[in-house]
Every structure is written in structure tokens, then in C-alpha cells.
Antibody, heavy 116, light 112 residues
Framework: QVKLLQSGAELVKPGASVKLSCKTS????????MSWLKQVPGPSIEWIGWIYAGDGGTNYNQKFKGKATLTVDKSSSTAYMDLSSLTSEDAAVYFC?????????WGQGVMVTVSS | DVVLTQTPPTLSATIGQSVSISCRSSQSLLDSDGDTYLNWLLQRPGQSPQLLIYSVSNLESGVPNRFSGSGSETDFTLKISGVEAEDLGVYYC?????????FGSGTKLEIK
């Protein structure tokens, strides 16, 4: 069955970067879109962007351009998101999800804490 | 960005009761391709969101048929016909017609 397994919780210092991973199985990764989303207590969900695993093409929410970089490794069916220059406003739970708009399967989420 | 306004913000229901959640969009969600990219998701406590309905009224595989969606253009509704205990959580509408993809602020369903 379809599985999206995200890496563990991260504690990062302000100004640092972090790379989150989303290892997938149970579907054809190489022809799939993978999305990333941010959830802060509120609750509120924001779409960060998607990447097409076939050719690495990306589509970002303008708000997250320069903050997030999406990549994939087709050999391991894994999607990645780099978050740079972290501030307290980047503290959140981040999800990966399959699809560009369907979002039919989600990872379990990873909490990113930004603190010195 | 498209703003999705969900009402009510909180809903309290007894088991077996039927309830509806409204989602109103600041712009028409009818795409030029003829489809309307309005989805409904449920986030149970401590879990990831789960897709319930896509393109207004299409039930995702494995989702009980007590869930139904309707609407068009800017007004959409999720109905639960006979709430069950497992339905508690936060319901979100989400649109993907206009970039960026946006979510409503959620409706929390509590079981009395």
C-alpha cells in the first residue's frame, strides 16, 4: 500500500538550514507529483509547493520562494525539502503529500523547532 | 490568494446526527478545463490530514458514503449523514483551481 515516511523531529538554530525527507513506497514515484505543506497551531495549513518526480519540475507558493527548495531522488523514491535561514516563523509541522492537488496520501508530519 | 471561509468554526454533534459544513470561496473555483478543484479533508487528533472528497463531490476510495460534497462556483458544502465517533476532528476545505493552493481555516467537529 501507499506509504510516505517522513524523517524525525528537528531542533535547529536560528539562521541554520534543515533538510526534511519523505520516503515513499507503494506507488510509481517517478511519475508522481509530491507536495509539501506547513501547519502551524491555529490550526492552519499552507501549501509550500510541489515537485514532479519525473523531471524535477517545481511549482512554489510565492511566499516560500527562497525559503524552501524541493528535490527528489528517484533511485530511492524519496522527496526532500530544504528550508533555509530558519527563524521562529518557520517553526511548524511539515507534511509531504502525494499529488499536486489531489493530496490523497500524507506523511506523518515532522515537527521543526527553531531555537538557540 | 483565494480565501476560503469555513463555517461554523466549531460543531458539536451527537452520534447519528447529520451535520453540514460550509466553505465559501473569494473567487469562483470553476477552472477553465471545466473541473472545480475543491477538496475536503479531515484531520483527526494527532494525525495527518486525510482526503475525503475531491473535485467537489467525488468520494475518495475507502471513505464511508455518509460523507458527501456538493456546491459550485463559490459555495460548497460537506455533509455527514449520521455522525459516528470516529468522525471527530478538524475538517478543511482546500482549493487547487487558483495558485497558490489554499485551505480554509477548519471546522472542528466535537462529539457530544
Amino acid at each position: 500500500q501507499v506509504k510516505l515516511l517522513q524523517s524525525g523531529a528537528e531542533l535547529v538554530k536560528p539562521g541554520a538550514s534543515v533538510k526534511l525527507s519523505c520516503k515513499t513506497s507503494g506507488f510509481t514515484f517517478s511519475t508522481s507529483y509530491m507536495s509539501w505543506l506547513k501547519q502551524v497551531p491555529g490550526p492552519s495549513i499552507e501549501w509550500i509547493g510541489w515537485i514532479y518526480a519525473g523531471d524535477g519540475g517545481t511549482n512554489y507558493n510565492q511566499k516560500f520562494k527562497g525559503k524552501a527548495t524541493l528535490t527528489v531522488d528517484k533511485s530511492s523514491s524519496t522527496a526532500y525539502m530544504d528550508l533555509s535561514s530558519l527563524t521562529s516563523e518557520d517553526a511548524a509541522v511539515y507534511f509531504c503529500a502525494r499529488g499536486g492537488w489531489e493530496l490523497d496520501y500524507w506523511g506523518q508530519g515532522v515537527m521543526v523547532t527553531v531555537s538557540s | 490568494d483565494v480565501v476560503l471561509t469555513q463555517t461554523p468554526p466549531t460543531l458539536s454533534a451527537t452520534i447519528g446526527q447529520s451535520v453540514s459544513i460550509s466553505c465559501r470561496s473569494s473567487q469562483s473555483l470553476l477552472d477553465s478545463d471545466g473541473d472545480t478543484y475543491l477538496n475536503w479533508l479531515l484531520q483527526r487528533p494527532g494525525q495527518s490530514p486525510q482526503l475525503l472528497i475531491y473535485s467537489v463531490s467525488n468520494l475518495e476510495s475507502g471513505v464511508p458514503n455518509r460523507f458527501s460534497g456538493s456546491g459550485s462556483e463559490t459555495d460548497f458544502t460537506l455533509k455527514i449523514s449520521g455522525v459516528e465517533a470516529e468522525d471527530l476532528g478538524v475538517y478543511y476545505c482546500m482549493q487547487a483551481t487558483h495558485a497558490p493552493l489554499t485551505f480554509g481555516s477548519g471546522t472542528k467537529l466535537e462529539i457530544k
